[in-house]
C-alpha cells in the first residue's frame, strides 16, 4: 500500500508541478498579450485578463500540492525543530490531520460550489464557471495524496534552509 501511494504521489506532485509551471508560463504570456494589445495596438483585449485570474487560481491549487509534499507550507517549524521521538511523531501527526480537515473541507465545498455555478459563464468568454472553481477540489484532491506521503516519508527541505 505504501508502494503504491509513494508512485502516485510521485506522478501526480510531479504532474501537479509542471503543469502549475506551465500555467504561469502561459499567463505571463496573456499578461505580455494584455499589454501589448492595449499599450501598442490600442485594442484592449477583453478576454485575458479573466483568463489569467482564472488560471492563477488553478496554477495556485496545483503548485500547493508540491508544497504539501516538501514540507514547505506554515507548520509548526520550532516545535518540529525542537522535538524528538515520540513528540515529533505526535507533532507530524496533528499537522498531518489538520492538514487532511483543512483538504476535505476545500474538496466538499469546492466540489459544491464548481457544482452550483456551472450553469454560470465568464463575463467575457462562453465557458462554464465550474472550470474555475474545480481548481479547489482537483488541487485538493492531489494535496491529499502528497499530504499523505509527506506523512509517510517526510521532506522537510524548508527546515535544513530555515535561518
Do not use: K
Not at 508502494?3 to 505571463?28: F, H, K, S, W, Y
Not at 477583453?46 to 506554515?74: D, K, P, Q, Y
Not at 463575463?123 to 477540489?137: I, K, N, R, T
Amino acid at each position: 500500500m505504501r508502494a503504491v501511494l509513494m508512485r502516485a504521489d510521485r506522478l501526480l506532485t510531479g504532474l501537479a508541478l509542471n503543469l502549475a509551471c506551465l500555467l504561469l508560463a502561459v499567463i505571463c504570456v496573456l499578461g505580455l498579450w494584455q499589454v501589448l494589445a492595449r499599450f501598442v495596438f490600442s485594442q484592449p483585449s477583453v478576454w485575458t485578463e479573466e483568463s489569467m485570474r482564472r488560471l492563477l487560481i488553478w496554477c495556485v491549487m496545483l503548485g500547493v500540492v508540491a508544497a504539501f509534499r516538501n514540507g514547505a507550507l506554515v507548520s509548526v517549524d520550532l516545535m518540529l525543530r525542537l522535538s524528538r521521538g515520540a513528540w515529533q511523531r505526535a507533532v507530524r501527526t496533528t499537522i498531518t490531520a489538520v492538514s487532511l480537515a483543512f483538504l476535505a473541507v476545500l474538496i466538499w465545498y469546492g466540489s459544491n460550489l464548481a457544482w452550483r455555478v456551472r450553469f454560470q459563464t465568464f463575463a467575457s468568454m462562453e465557458l462554464s464557471m465550474a472550470w474555475a472553481y474545480a481548481a479547489l477540489p482537483v488541487g485538493a484532491a492531489l494535496a491529499v495524496v502528497a499530504v499523505l506521503a509527506q506523512h509517510l516519508d517526510p521532506r522537510n527541505t524548508e527546515l535544513d534552509n530555515a535561518q
